[in-house]
């Protein structure tokens, strides 16, 4: 019984840095598995998320890429990504020239005070990235009354 | 595959002229399970919405591929650019596999 | 009408005199303020469907004997009321007892999915109307008892309600504004819940908070309590359903 209790105390903080390792390493593999080798270019994304949330359960985000959204020049995909997330890739959206605009919002839940980062792929090969940190509260893994 | 309902909020402009570009948002009623185990958390098996497709005119429009990054009861924003009256139809794949279908009119003048 | 109702709030506030009760969204961050007040962005309104499309549903439904749905603009700003047989009762009290008695149905069960559904549909009819609880004559006993919880210390923290609610209002809590405490938006969408919930949930958070007795909801203690609420916010708008973090 002691032996079990202290065996069980021990092993969360192995586990919770165990875990944040992982996501580091998920992190970097799915930057990867997106950038290809190529650099991403900045300054491209509006890039809109709080610098604070009072709640990581519900993280209103929105990017709008500065893209003519023809069929010669046009954004594919917008992905994002939270660092310290289980989940890095949090989201990636599909879009074709009929969209009009390269510009999509959504809500996250962010486990904890972190970087996001933004990555918008054209049809041309390019990569323009946008970055931000955002303080959270409260993470999204808490339950309470 | 059958598609079943769900409970959504799709809100689009009450009409569009051609080649505007309109806005489109929803919300979809889904608690998002992400099978996250952690002190103080009940652990449930992981269900999530993992894939959104919108169709208009029966032209697939968007895609957004979610995970369980992706707040409770889904909220998206996308625009798209007025071509004709028709129906844009969102369909969400659960994971084990059920689709589920919500679909709005665009008018467009 | 909403714009209406809130030119009128500076003057109830003065009316009210030393107690300054603030309406909640007056608390809120700007962002849940301005969502609270969209429809396209608040899940709220998920809830808000399916109890429209509860109050159509059924053998004998709500419609069949009170109409469209409509009909309920201001029942929300009178609740709790005290029914003909001397029970208290708030708004969902109220439908479990049209369930019960008139529909000739199970009741839905509290913090069910359709009760708080048909009672978010319901309160929306009266949203932006001062609340207009009655709290003279059958409702004066139950107001008391609901004060006497209010200002009790309470738990192993040994705090009453308005030694937050009103000499820490607008102070910060776990992240968190303190408001005046008032039951205005319930049914809530609360982010920290990932979902809609009652009144009486939020009160078992309360509870929690101070380390007392959590009491099941539809009890005596809460009842009375969101009687008190109800008297405190006499004359603010009704936010229901409410988006709370």
Known sequence: MTVLSRRAVLAVPLLLAGASEAAAADFAGALRAILKDRSPDEGAIA????????????????VRVDSPMTTEDHVTAIHILAEKNPFPLVATFSLTPRAGRAEVATRIRLATSQKIVALAETNRGVV???????IVVLGACVETG | MPTLPITARI???????????????????????????????????????????????????FRMALSPGIAANPYLEFTTVATETGDLVFTWEEDGGTLYQREARLVVT | ???????????????????????????????IREAQEDPSRHPGWLWVEEGEALW??????????????????????RYPAVASDGELLDLEGRIERCRTQHQGEASFGRESEALLALTAAIALQSRGMPVAVAT???????????????????GQLNLSCGQCHDDNAGRRLRGDVISNGLGTGYPAYRLEWNTMGSLHRRLRACSLGVRAEQFPPGSREYLTLELFLASRAKGLPIEAPGLRR
């Open chain 1, 47 to 62: 890039f809109d998320i709080p610098p604070l949330s009072e709640n990581g359960n519900s993280v209103d985000l929105s």
């Open chain 1, 128 to 134: 323009h990235r946008a970055t931000r940190d955002v």
């Open chain 2, 11 to 61: 809100t689009l402009p009450p009409s569009a002229q051609r080649g505007e570009v309109v806005t489109v948002r929803v919300l979809v009623r889904h608690p998002m399970e992400r099978a996250v185990d952690a002190p103080g958390l009940t652990p449930l098996p992981r269900k999530i919405l993992h894939t959104l497709r919108v169709t208009y005119a029966g032209e697939e429009v």
């Open chain 3, 1 to 31: 009408m909403t714009g209406a109702w809130r030119g009128l709030l500076p003057l109830t506030a003065l009316l009210l005199g030393g107690a300054d009760v603030r309406p909640t969204q007056e608390y809120l961050s700007p962002e």
């Open chain 3, 56 to 77: 159509r549903a059924g053998e004998k439904p709500c419609a069949s004997c009170h109409g469209g749905i409509a009909g309920m603009t201001g029942v929300a700003a």
């Open chain 3, 136 to 154: 003279d004559g059958p409702a004066a006993p139950f107001l008391e008892e609901g004060r006497r919880f209010y200002q009790t210390r309470q």
